[in-house]
């Protein structure tokens, strides 16, 4: 055993961390951090660009991009064959979609993020559209609308609480509560579809799935949807913490963070959003065939997969997640419109998701 | 046994600390004080109790029994709520901080600067974030604020963590297997660090396997074996060939050592 | 017997539905033991129909619970018609859509020693070996709803339920009256699963009659969800406003394919399968021409009475079509609506 102890270091070296020895001394270096801090358009352009890269929204956006100018070109030079841009496409078909899965996309990310799965959203989507449908034809739309966001909500609270308080993986516990409300579902409504048609007056119908020519009334909740999440998830407060526990529950732990709190804040949004997206497919369907929603859970996370959302948690973004959304909707609509051969299109659709997340996990290796 | 002299003035003092996991006995009667301006090194061998002590310390786990005071007043059914509000900060090994957090992000991480609606400023904790990396702690290769920490090498990332300690003027800052993480200059760096934040009025607890970086820093020495305190003694008193016998060979190890036997 | 619909509107109640789905529980609980006795008085016809034979007592096995189940609850309601006429001590039990439970029921009614089992082979194979034991213990065994699969063939001795084939045929025949089609016109098959069995047997039948003037069908995916539908059916119907007819193989796109045709502007015949309030409303208000409805009623009657005329003359069994020859269009659509054909017809 060596006895001398090592002489601390005296003169500052080029380390990854320096601090001066004397205790009022201040490091006083060449350059500093606050040096590179961009001051004009262009540097804070690029330097923002730079902090965007790998973090989910960025690559996948310019992919979306490309092919949206490339389905609105075809639709331009031949729009017959590729009727994309023609109004009953547009708003019969696109914006309405489109908002259902990015709103039950979004829901499924933010879980994701905090580092939760819930297998029970399609479940909870059937369930709460039946809860907005029948109490809507016996009381009113605006009693509908309360209860299947307390539906929808209390459902993912329970879930969340057997996951925080009993410690099961939600993937066990959220599978087994989705099979408990498909099958109650059924219990409350029995086996025929529950029909909207007294409660839906012309309010509900504006409200809801207002037609505007080429776009509608979902389209513009999903704008606001995805204002308010982005403010919530990546400028409050309370969407840090989400980050912080989904990433690294024992650090946000150590800074007295509630990890089991913020997850079922989680929760409840999740819950929130999909009764949300379920009152927009009751009004537009005009109806909600219990055990029919079971494969919406599997298509919102791939929504947020394929926008960047990681698996593990602490990682994705709202716009990510809604472009996710659109990039699966326009691409099946694509295929349809292109007259692909109606037993393949889930293969191609199967394919793009794999591909798309394979692309972003490429990708999540290049931020900085 | 050493009996250690006297501390100019009392931070953090535990009496009789026992944690049982079941009938499983991790800490037995431990007590000791941490004085203001003090570095103390916690050592021991694996499973000497050491991340247990540093949990409770930091309020993350409930003592089974035992008593808990700072600056002398008793403070009973301690968690990490309450050592927040004291001032105590842990950084642990390799989880300080959330990889896929930018730095600004971390730093802040539940002490957000908001407005009233709780939407944090990003601008002023960038701002506030780029003075710190460039005063408090000067650290190499770190481009912004808001470069992910995940992107960061060890080193930076213990960095980060400290400065995040010491901007928030914690009093107490326990580091957990802090340089296992480092390279060698780095940890040069850093326990000048320590000493240097002494000199600010911030005490600090050391948890290492490493002997001479122990001893180099640290004023007092604390060392565990199975559970229980067998030797707390200060610099002068000691040597790394004493403190090596104790890690060693626990209380036996000591005694060997002073009979000149080891 | 009260209709489904109004059991389950004055079942639910908003506020208390959380309530209601503790019951849940107590129901399923229950619901494997839940007998219905269709008990005869002695006698029957002077010919012996209803009283021959000794030993009358059947067991009757439902894969869903018709309590909550619109469809099964006809089924049973026939079986029970059939039962009280010809009198058999029939008893109901279901398997609530446990494929374990429904073997775990049969191999307990063996034990029993009936002389007639009726079973559904939802779950094919699983269900074959405790069938061909009720068989070696001489229990005769009917098929209803599902056929048994070949492996079954000595075991079971007859099916009743709807012949998908046959009835596509009756569908695409259906369609050719209606509609003038000529060869390469396009017809679209929508199914919620094209791949499934349902759909293949269907849409085959279908294209059979249409194969008669050149007419093609087109599969579209449209999965179980309305709102998946809608949007696959308005897409496929805005890029093809040259489809001349359309057949919905299944009960989600024939429930959506008016909403569709008006979101993208396209009006053609529709002639499909499987019944639910949007097609009855569609063939009262002419957007939809006729569908095949499986006649569920028909699966348990016409099982039991054949077992009936099996145990007391010793008649044997014969497949039957429950779909019958005929389509539910706006001349008998009415019979879906009355109130006391709730449960029977519909």
Known sequence: MPDTHEAPPTE???HVLTAPVSTTSIATRSRTLSDSVPTTFGERVRDSIRYTRGRGALEIGIIFLAVLIGFIIAGLVAPNDFPFLAPSNLSGVISQSIPVLALLGIAAGILMIAGEFDLSLGANLGFSAIVFIRVSEEIGWGWGVAAALGSGIGIALVNGLIVVVTKIPSFIATLGMGFFWVGASFFVNGTAPAILSGAKDDVLTTLFVGDFGVFRMQLVWLLIMGVVGWLFLHRHKLGNHIFAVGGNAQAAKAISINPGRVKLLAFGIFGGLVAFAAILIAVRTNSMQPGSTVDYT????????????SLLGGRGSIIGMIIGAALIRIIENGLILAKAPGFYIQLFVGLIIVVAAIFNKLMEGKAS | MTETTAITEELLRVEG??????????????????GRNEVVGLLGDNGAGKSTLVKIMSGVVPMTQG???WEGTRYDGIDRQKTEELGVETIFQDSALVPQMSITRNIFMGREITNPLG???MREMDRITTEILDTVVTIEGIKSAKQLVGSLSGGQAQA?????AVHFKRSLLILDEPTSALAVRATEALLAYLRQLKGEGVSSVLVTHNLHHAYEVCDRHIVMNHGRKILDVRREETSVEELTAAVVEGAVGVERFRAGTF | MKGHNEVIATRFRPLAAVVALAGAGALALTGCTAASNASSETGGLE?????????????????YNPASDVFWAQILNGAEDAAELGGLELTHQTAEGDPDKMVDLVSTAIATSPSIIFMPFNEGEKWVSVACDAADAGIEVIAYNVPAPDSAADCVSAFVGQDFFEVGTLVGARLLEEVDLQAGDKVLFPAEEPEQNYAIQRGGGVQEALDEVGAEGEYLRTSGADEEALNSLTAWLTANPDVKAITPLGGTPHRNIVAAME????????????????VIDGIKNGAIIATADQQGFIQGFQSVMQGVLWLDFGFAPANINSGGTGLIDESNVSFLEEDDLQGVRF
């Open chain 1, 298 to 309: 599997l298509m919102a996370i791939a929504a947020a997969v394929v926008g960047g959302t």
């Open chain 2, 67 to 69: 008593a808990y005071f």
């Open chain 1, 12 to 14: 500052r070296e080029q």
């Open chain 3, 47 to 63: 010919d012996g129909f209803g009283s021959r034979s000794e030993n009358r007592d059947a067991y009757f096995f439902t894969y």
């Open chain 2, 160 to 164: 980060v963590a400290i400065a995040r």
């Open chain 2, 119 to 121: 939407l944090m400023k």
């Open chain 2, 17 to 34: 600390v026992t944690k049982r996991y079941g009938a499983n006995t991790v800490l037995d009667d431990v007590s000791f004080t941490i």
């Open chain 3, 263 to 278: 979101a993208a502007g396209v009006s053609v015949p529709v002639v499909g399968f499987d019944t639910s309030p949007q």
